[in-house]
């Protein structure tokens, strides 16, 4: 009879407690295998079977056979890997606990750098972690081809509701620029923003909670005690919540698509494209300390969510369980699942941006554009009913009404420079940048100061990322780091 995948993590946990257990015994002195070692991945294992609702009986709609039915070939491939991890386990508890003698074999000094013995223990050991890493792998893969938008699905809940005037104060506030009436409007857009991000925390938080909710509960014979596994807790703080927000049956695990996940897929080596990418950019030092500041006690540090000396972390907004090989790159992943990038120019509906590069695409193309004339030689114009003007006065034999838009997109050029006066968010830029350049003795005219779109980029995406993590509970992070990677693209 073929064990359920929350019978096979029960088997597991269980097995892996007793061995913990006996290990830590005073007069317990194995010199191939420390209970520390098995704690670290006893912990490992919870934190993945906490993350997927691992423990959700198969009729449950939370179980992982619920969630990929549609996807055989996977559950197959997580069920024997669970299979193997509980066989291996069932192995070394035997060993550990004396029903068997673990055996040592010896091999060429040259080949280890240790006596020259491979102990049992020690190998089955490895193949314990080593299974737990393939699981995490299954875990990243199956997340990723559900293919719900988590963030709209968050905003689409009635029950996540907080109140926007709060955060478009907050606003105001931080860039008093912001405050004026002329710029209202960005002023509400960026404070409903961030009221939108709480939603989403908030939705995400309480969507794990329901998965992992089982591993603190006891269960028939067969239930871990909470008290017993030890997973690193997600948010420390986190706003209360009302009745109506807190988790609920509404919170419905993701059916995953089986075209999303190949049989490569399953066997590849562990990748991440967060890592994979060349290079990272860290932007302009002209923004002040206060940012610096903000971002250290909004943003947990990699050492601090880690478990042991593994890799792998379970992001506490997301809930994905990842690997990132720098705080920069840990950063853009925060600053991607908050959307913390949003167009700040009036009447355009575009969606918020995870990725700073496409937001900032976005303005380009449609924004922060000149219009130049494809039938003129050398006809600029700045603004689009300018241009509008010019072909309706010049050029109506060329194009008629219906070709207007033809007309716009052809002559849209984004602009090669940008007025620093320009940002929304802040007018003391300009005047940084003249006391910069007066210093190099490089000339600059009183009234004008552009800059190339890239530095642009990345001065007004700070202001966006702190806005940003203003949705962040404070004490997700500790205050006792003074580093931070502003505008990491």
Not at 34 to 49: C, M, P, Y
Not at 197 to 218: P, W
Not at 442 to 456: G, H, K, R, W, Y
Request: proline share 4%; charged share 30%; with cysteine.
């Amino acid at each position: 009879m073929t064990l359920s995948v929350s019978e096979q993590c029960r088997s597991c946990l269980i097995n892996l407690q007793e061995i913990i257990s006996i290990l830590s015994q005073p007069d317990r002195n194995d010199g191939h295998i420390k209970d520390t070692q098995v704690v670290e991945e006893l912990e490992r294992f919870s934190l993945f079977v906490g993350n997927i609702g691992a423990l959700h009986r198969p009729e449950s709609s939370m179980s992982i056979e619920s969630r990929l039915h549609e996807a055989n070939g996977v559950l197959t491939h997580v069920s024997g890997l669970l299979g193997d991890l509980d066989e291996v386990v069932a192995e070394l508890l035997d060993i550990v606990s004396g029903k068997r003698e673990g055996m040592v074999s010896v091999t060429d000094k040259a080949e280890k750098e240790h006596d020259g013995e491979i102990s049992e223990v020690g190998e089955l050991r490895e193949e314990i972690s080593g299974t737990i890493t393939q699981l995490f792998r299954m875990s990243i893969l199956i997340r990723q081809a559900a293919p719900t938008d988590l963030f709209a699905k968050a905003l689409s809940r009635n029950r996540y509701r907080f109140n926007d005037q709060f955060d478009i104060a907050h606003v105001g506030e931080k860039y008093p620029k912001l405050a004026t009436d002329d710029y209202s409007w960005l002023r509400q857009r960026l404070g409903r923003a961030i009221t939108q991000r709480r939603h989403y925390l908030n939705y995400m938080q309480d969507h794990r909670e329901r998965l992992e909710g089982i591993l603190h509960e006891k269960a028939d014979n067969s239930a871990v005690n909470s008290q017993a596994l030890v997973i690193k807790q997600p948010l420390d703080s986190k706003p209360t919540l009302g009745p109506a927000s807190r988790p609920s049956l509404f919170t419905k695990a993701t059916t995953v698509t089986p075209e999303q996940i190949t049989p490569q897929m399953l066997v590849a080596e562990d990748s991440n494209p967060e890592e994979d990418a060349l290079s990272y950019t860290t932007i302009s030092h002209s923004v002040d300390s206060d940012h610096e500041l903000f971002t250290t006690i909004r943003i947990p540090k990699l050492d601090d969510l880690r478990i042991g000396n593994k890799r792998e972390i379970e992001c506490p907004f997301c809930f994905r369980i990842k690997r990132f090989k720098s705080e920069r790159t840990w950063r853009k992943h925060v600053f991607s699942d908050l959307r913390s990038y949003v167009c700040t120019f009036p009447d355009c509906d575009a969606p918020y941006f995870g990725d700073i590069n496409k937001w900032f695409q976005h303005e380009m193309t449609f924004h922060r554009v000149v219009y130049k004339c494809f039938l003129c030689l050398n006809r600029v114009f700045y603004r689009k009913e300018e241009y509008l003007s010019h072909l309706r006065r010049k050029h109506t034999d060329v194009l008629d009404n219906n070709e207007q838009q033809l007309g716009i997109d052809l002559a849209r050029k984004p602009l090669a420079q940008i007025l620093a006066n320009d940002c929304p968010c802040c007018s003391d830029w300009a005047d940084s940048l003249r006391e910069r350049t007066t210093h190099t003795r490089e000339s600059v005219p009183n009234d004008i100061l552009a800059v190339v779109p890239t530095v642009f980029k990345r001065h007004l995406a700070n202001h966006l990322e702190q806005l940003a993590l203003f949705a962040v509970p404070i004490g997700a992070a500790t205050d006792d780091d003074n580093n931070s990677d502003p505008a990491i693209e």
